[in-house]
């Protein structure tokens, strides 16, 4: 395995200090509602939509290419690492064979999303359109608007909702409103880096490969989507005062400037996340083909 920077133990311990005190205040108090079986309808999505475990979420690890100094017992599951001659490092011969194309289809969504221009005229309609029509909703908070408001502004359209995991949620009857038709297998081909999602889903591309990529980008990936969660449910036409947070009230002119403004600063926040787990995907899929020789260009 190639060996591009060494941390000695001191240096590598202080950055899993940092790591774990930056992201243990949202993990402890998820947990603490978990056992008082409390639900928060903007912060429990991130830990039960994204299904990565809390305690991985704290587990540093140095990404690929980086050999540590030292006892480290304390690390993430030892299988991915192997020793080195004065310490362990993860071995990319250990990478599971199987995942090797899921790692290079990801990495082909994540930078054809880069490539394109950003789209800031969303509004934050796909979560209206869950709604729309519907007496039952995915959230117990009451909605703000009657029924028949929700669905005025949603018939209002045009609804351009380019991202398979938001347009999936729309009720049957939202559905045909959508200008646009994205599925499972066109992300690649739709995904755009204004997307509320698509910036959120930068956390679930950071996770779904740990340890191999660096837990500062994770960290950072989860900031991001907490960030863009918060956007998109005051935007949505739920009632979360009693959470604290506003609405940003879409339904108007003015609402819908505050939002495309809060989506700009949430993309261009996201934007070096996404370029640094671009750089980490193709630095780990070049590790595992010179390994595996598995690279398909």
């Not at 998820?30 to 830990?47: M, N, Q, T």
């Not at 394109?116 to 359109?129: D, I, P, Q, S, T």
């Amino acid at each position: 395995m190639k060996i591009e920077t060494v941390l000695e133990r001191d240096e590598w311990q202080s950055r899993a200090a940092a790591h774990r005190a930056r992201l243990a205040p949202f993990v402890e108090a998820h947990l603490a509602r978990r056992s008082r079986r409390e639900k928060h309808p903007v912060y429990d999505f991130l830990f039960e939509y994204y299904s990565f475990r809390p305690a991985l979420l704290l587990k540093w690890s140095p990404g690929i290419g980086v050999e540590l100094r030292g006892e480290s017992g304390e690390l993430s599951s030892p299988k991915e690492w192997s020793p080195t001659p004065d310490g362990i490092a993860l071995d990319p011969a250990k990478f599971p064979s199987h995942r090797f194309e899921g790692l290079l289809q990801i990495a082909q969504i994540l930078e054809k999303t880069a490539s394109r221009a950003a789209f800031h005229g969303c509004f934050g309609l796909h979560e209206w359109a869950m709604v729309y029509r519907e007496s039952e909703h995915r959230h117990a908070a009451p909605l703000r608007l009657s029924n028949q408001e929700i669905a005025a502004l949603v018939e209002s359209g045009p609804i351009r909702c380019s991202h398979y995991d938001a347009f999936r949620f729309f009720t049957p009857a939202a559905r045909p409103l959508n200008v646009l038709h994205p599925s499972a297998d066109s992300r690649a081909e739709m995904e755009q880096p204004g997307c509320i999602h698509a910036n959120m889903d930068l956390y679930k591309w950071a996770a779904k490969f740990h340890p191999w990529i660096a837990s500062e980008i994770l960290a950072a990936a989860f900031e991001i989507a907490i960030e863009a969660r918060v956007l998109d449910m005051r935007a949505a036409p739920y009632d979360l005062s009693s959470y604290g947070f506003e609405p940003i009230r879409i339904e108007t002119a003015a609402g819908r400037a505050e939002y495309g403004q809060l989506q700009r600063e949430v993309a261009q926040r996201a934007a070096p996340v996404r370029a640094a787990l671009i750089g980490a995907y193709r630095n780990l899929a070049v590790a595992v083909e010179s390994t595996q020789n598995r690279w398909k260009s």
